[in-house]
């Protein structure tokens, strides 16, 4: 495996005294789309503006293809950004915001005609150069804004909330454009977002944060499979919780006593965190199924009421209170052909398996 | 809707009060007559004859438009230091510093013109032309820091940022990217500056020496019922001058505000 683009050891950030990160570790690997995934106030943001520059670290170092960037400032930095107002200068024209980096360089003239013009065909501007820039669209000056920072061609693109501003149509646009053009330019990007689907469908991995700290670390599948936590779990997707007891069982595996489903052995990589009394059951809903006809049958079966019934055309969504629990779980179920779909109060049978359980803390 | 008709009404009132005054100047300005009332005599230039003859009034002129010039290059370059200051940075004391600024907004000018006159006096300098760009600098720079502060406000600092981000150092940022989008609130600042220091009368009064600005110049003369005319007449040439000045910084504005999209960019009119 190449080296990583970017190592981040130790890093504190101190404003005043609120302390905004705590000892942040993480490799970055070259070309990969790499997501920091967070709710707002989670220091997603200021750990990308320490990566380019905008903001010093309280302590740890941050490396950036094997350089240390200590005391190098924002402009002198092998990273670009796409803010998340885009920042296009509005007393410009597009053609001229795509050039100001390479102005900057000193390019020859002709050469910077040839760079921007090649960048904006590359982000489906051509033939914008000489629009007004405040004259565009928010998702066109989106464009600008990508333009304008991978004609530089840095080692990392940096990206904060560039799709938050952007209508659910054109976002969902947006994100396979950014992915198909990460993949065209094989540059390392880092995102920013506080969305966790669209962390999920862009990223090759992800990092996700709470107060300051990075939570976890992995890929999609790995994120939305094995969550190292609660909080993880709860953040990333649907998760039903449920209360558990514990008992050591034989060759590292957990007998396991959960409420409303019954007993299971439950096997030691499907509790990442480790066990102890704090531990809770976390099944994902598509994991529960609704058994429906005589001869439906499953590994295990519980049961429950049906309380709430969401119908999406495709999926069904449940709320069922299973017998013995306060709380409903949410299961979903594909509306495949033939499959009925129940009502409120109707009975329903459960079906579950030891494999979809987790044990987290 | 007879209550519409009386704000009409109102309306029309309060604006002859407010500019009817003003537009006497240029039909005496004409008059041919050296006593300012009507019934009007005829047609006149002489009155401009006069003010074309009178040597002292040019020295007071250049005087005044030398004070006001300085006067709003300076005031205008301190009050973008610190409303970028002011609008960018957090600082100890950042209220109280920005309150002492605009406090002369609000103090008595002849406070100020009296107790400058005593400190300059008692440091032993003498009066002059640039005691008086003093005097104006301090009245100015609270308005200047109002309408810039405004125009900073509005400026998105990520713009800076972007510009610092794709490779450019601060101070070309400075010049490349703040400076363009708050020119609109330079130019306003620049204008409410010199028309201030041009007519201010009660600091320029006290602080100058033996040359006198225009108002002062204007007011000696008062004494005279014979020269009242041709004060008409340069009163006419101020009020064209004034609103050819203000038309056509406004048409810079707007152009501007256009060119770049940005709404209000520290503009007063």
């Known amino acids: 495996m190449t080296d990583p683009i970017i190592r981040l050891s130790g890093i504190d950030k101190f404003y005043g005294d609120f302390q905004a990160l705590y000892d942040v570790n993480a490799e970055i690997r070259t070309g990969e789309f790499f997501s920091l995934l967070g709710p707002s106030g989670c220091g997603k943001t200021t750990l990308l503006r320490t990566i380019a520059g905008f903001e010093d670290v309280s302590a740890g170092r941050v490396e950036i293809a094997g350089q240390s960037m200590e005391n190098v400032p924002a402009n002198r930095r092998p990273t670009n950004m796409v803010f998340q107002s885009y920042a296009i200068f509005p007393h410009m024209t597009v053609a001229e915001n795509v050039a100001y980096g390479l102005k900057a360089r000193k390019m020859p003239k002709d050469q910077i005609a040839t760079e921007v013009a090649t960048a904006l065909k590359q982000v489906g501007l051509e033939g914008y150069g000489e629009r007004a820039s405040h004259a565009m669209s928010g998702g066109q000056r989106q464009r600008v804004a990508l333009a304008r920072a991978l004609v530089l061609k840095p080692k990392v693109l940096l990206l904060d909330e560039p799709l938050s501003a952007l209508d659910k149509k054109m976002r969902e646009q947006m994100q396979s454009e950014l992915r198909h053009l990460q993949r065209a330019v094989g540059i390392t990007f880092i995102l920013v977002t506080h969305d966790q689907e669209e962390a999920l469908t862009m990223s090759d991995r992800i990092a996700v944060m709470f107060e300051g700290r990075i939570g976890q670390l992995a890929s999609p599948q790995e994120l939305y499979r094995r969550p190292v936590n ?69 590994e295990r ?34 509306n495949t052909a033939g499959r009925a779909v129940l009502s409120r109060q109707d009975r329903a049978r459960v079906g579950w398996g030891a494999e979809s359980v987790l044990l987290l803390k | 809707m007879k209550s519409g008709k009386w704000f009409k009404l109102y309306i029309a009132v309060f604006l002859v009060f407010l500019y009817a005054p003003a537009l006497l100047l240029p039909v005496f300005a004409f008059n041919d007559s050296s006593i300012v009332s009507f019934p009007l005599k005829g047609f006149t230039l002489n009155w401009f004859n006069v003010l074309w003859e009178t040597e002292a009034l040019h020295e007071a002129t250049k005087n005044s438009l030398l004070i ?52 300059i006096v008692q440091m032993g300098f003498d009066l002059s032309l640039w005691t008086i760009v003093l005097g104006h600098v301090l009245i100015c720079t609270p308005f200047c820091v109002a309408i810039l502060s405004s125009a900073f406000l509005n400026l998105d600092q990520s713009l800076e940022e972007a510009s610092f981000d794709l490779g450019q150092t601060k101070l070309a940022t400075f010049w490349l990217v703040t400076m363009p989008l708050v020119l609109p609130g330079v130019v306003s600042s620049m204008l409410i500056s010199f028309t201030i220091s041009l007519d201010e009368f009660i600091i320029a009064f006290f602080l100058a020496g033996t040359e006198p600005t225009l108002p002062v110049y204007i007011w000696g003369q008062l004494r005279f019922p014979q020269k009242l005319p041709s004060l008409m007449a340069l009163g006419t040439i101020l009020l064209i001058l004034s609103l050819t000045l203000l038309a056509t910084a406004e048409y810079f504005r707007r152009r501007s505000a256009r060119k770049t999209g940005i709404e209000d960019a520290g503009g007063f009119l």
């Open chain 1, 230 to 298: 609660r909080k993880v779990a709860e953040f990333i997707g649907v998760m039903n919780f449920l209360d558990v007891s514990v008992r050591a069982g034989t060759a590292g595996t957990f007998d396991c006593e959960i409420a409303g489903l019954g007993k299971a052995v439950v096997p030691a990589e499907q509790a990442p965190g480790g066990v102890d009394a704090s531990v809770t059951a976390g099944v994902r809903p598509e994991m529960l199924t609704i058994l429906s006809g005589e001869n439906a049958r499953s």
């Open chain 1, 301 to 334: 079966e519980a049961s429950g009421v049906v309380e709430d019934v969401y119908y999406y055309g495709d999926m069904t969504y449940y709320d069922v209170k299973l017998d013995g629990v306060d709380h409903p779980v949410t299961i979903s179920m594909r």
């Open chain 2, 68 to 119: 006001a010039v300085s006067t709003a290059i300076i005031s205008t370059s301190l009050g973008i230091l610190a409303a970028r200051a002011s609008s960018r940075y957090k600082f100890r004391g950042q209220k109280a510093v920005m309150g002492f600024i605009m406090i002369p907004l609000v103090l008595p000018e002849i406070i100020v013109g009296v107790s400058l006159l005593v400190v």
